[in-house]
Each structure stands twice: as C-alpha cells, then as structure tokens.
C-alpha cells in the first residue's frame, strides 16, 4: 500500500510541475532552460581553444522562477570572473521594455591529454620524465592549464606535495631559485660596446627573469637586477 501511494505520490508532482510549465509558457514566462542555453553560448563563444572539446553546463535554477517572457534575443555577459576557470557566472538580461537580469553559475569542463603523476611528490620536488605518464582526462578548467609537455617541467619544481595520479597544471609549478639571499652572484652590465663584470653578494631571491637585489662588493653600492642564470644578473648600465 505504501508503494502505491508513493507512485501516486510522485506522479501527481510529475503533474503539477507539467501543468506549472504549461502556465507559465501560457502566461508569457521565460523558459528556465532558455536563460541557461544563453549562458552556455555566450560561455562556448568565448572559449580560447576551438579544438579543443569542452563540455559547457550552466547550473540549475530555481524552478518557481518568473520572469516576463522577453521580447528581444536574451544578452549574455561576463560577471567579473576570469573566462579562463572551470566555474565562472554569467549575467543574462533581457533588454525589452521590462528589463531583467538574472545570474548563472556555469561549469567548463575539457577532454585533454594531460602528465600525471605516477608516485606522490614532496614539496619542492624536481618532476623527472619517469614521474609522469600522458593520459586523457575530462578535467575542470580550459586545456591551457594543464601540462602536456614534458619539456614545461625542466627548470621549476612543485609548489607542494602532490598525491599519486595528480593531473599536472601550470598552477603546481614554480621556477627553480637560481639566485638566494647571501649568494655570492656575478653581476654584467653591457651595451652595444662594453660590458663590465662585477661580483656582488644577492640581498634577495630570485628565479630566473625575476628582479632581485644585490649589493656590489667593492662599491656596496646596491643595484637591482634581472636573474639570467644561475648566480648570474644583468643589471642596466
């Protein structure tokens, strides 16, 4: 007997939301599934790598939403969030002549060949060739934030530990210091005709392209300039 009422249950809900939409598509309202269809677009129309194979989903939205059914094409737009995450939420509005606006969370997802990590890795650990293997994923995110290219580990290490099958992004890694504080560094300055070596001791850390501080042993006086290699500066003449 339960059962049964359960399934009676169920079925005059299945009912009442059928006859709810019937009335609202009468009443001149405007289709949830409308509002979340220009959120996706707009979200597909603004992805970066057209090759590349996304899954676009807009969130769900309150079924007892009501809103004027409009009489122009619906807008889409970006509500300050970076286009380049796997979460972001976009603006729809209708421009007619009863205007309204209303916010969707949409989630991107992309089928992309992406190095996992095939043992865990401690903090500031090198990723060698044998700690990676390609695999294709469906991961949250656009394909340019993760790493496909063994090459893109050379020079940087992890920014923390990471666990076994650890799908790698640009995000994980950082440069390898090449200059440290105390570091006793060579400093170049060069133009077109001259160039001047001097040695001086590094006031701060840097990785490679990074600025960093470095006093000059015979003059103490502290210049500032780019790291080019290991315990190497280029400052401007």
């Known amino acids: 007997m339960s059962s049964f009422r359960s399934y009676i249950g169920a079925?005059?809900?299945?009912i009442a939301a059928l006859a709810f939409a019937a009335h609202a598509n009468a009443a001149g309202v405007q289709t949830i599934d409308s509002i979340r269809a220009a959120a996706e677009q707009f979200v597909r129309s603004s992805l970066p790598e057209k090759s590349t194979k996304h899954f676009v989903t807009a969130g769900n939205l309150d079924p007892r939403l009501r809103l004027d059914e409009?009489?122009?094409?619906?807008?889409?737009?970006?509500?300050?969030?970076?286009?380049?995450t796997g979460r972001m939420t976009i603006g729809v509005r209708c421009p007619s002549a009863n205007p309204w606006t209303i916010y969707v969370p949409v989630s991107v997802e992309v089928e992309v060949s992406v190095l996992v990590l095939r043992r865990p890795l401690s903090r500031r650990s090198r990723v060698e060739?044998?700690?990676?293997e390609p695999q294709v994923r469906r991961l949250p995110g656009l394909a340019s934030v993760f790493i496909n290219d063994v090459g893109?580990?050379?020079?940087?290490r992890l920014k923390r530990s990471l666990p076994v099958g650890t799908a790698l992004t640009v995000e994980m890694l950082q440069?390898?210091?090449l200059v440290r504080r105390g570091q006793q560094v060579t400093l170049i300055a060069a133009n077109s005709s001259v160039q001047i070596r001097a040695?001086?001791?590094a006031l701060t850390e840097g990785a490679v392209d990074e600025?960093?501080?470095v006093q000059n042993v015979s003059s103490l006086k502290v210049v500032e300039g780019v790291v080019e290699s290991d315990g190497v500066v280029r400052v401007g003449l």
């Open 11 to 14: 079925s005059m809900g299945a």
């Open 70 to 84: 409009c009489a122009s094409p619906l807008e889409a737009f970006s509500q300050g969030t970076a286009m380049n």
């Open 129 to 132: 060739l044998a700690d990676v």
């Open 152 to 156: 893109s580990l050379q020079g940087h």
């Open 175 to 177: 440069p390898d210091v």
């Open 199 to 201: 040695q001086g001791q």
């Open 211 to 213: 600025r960093v501080r």
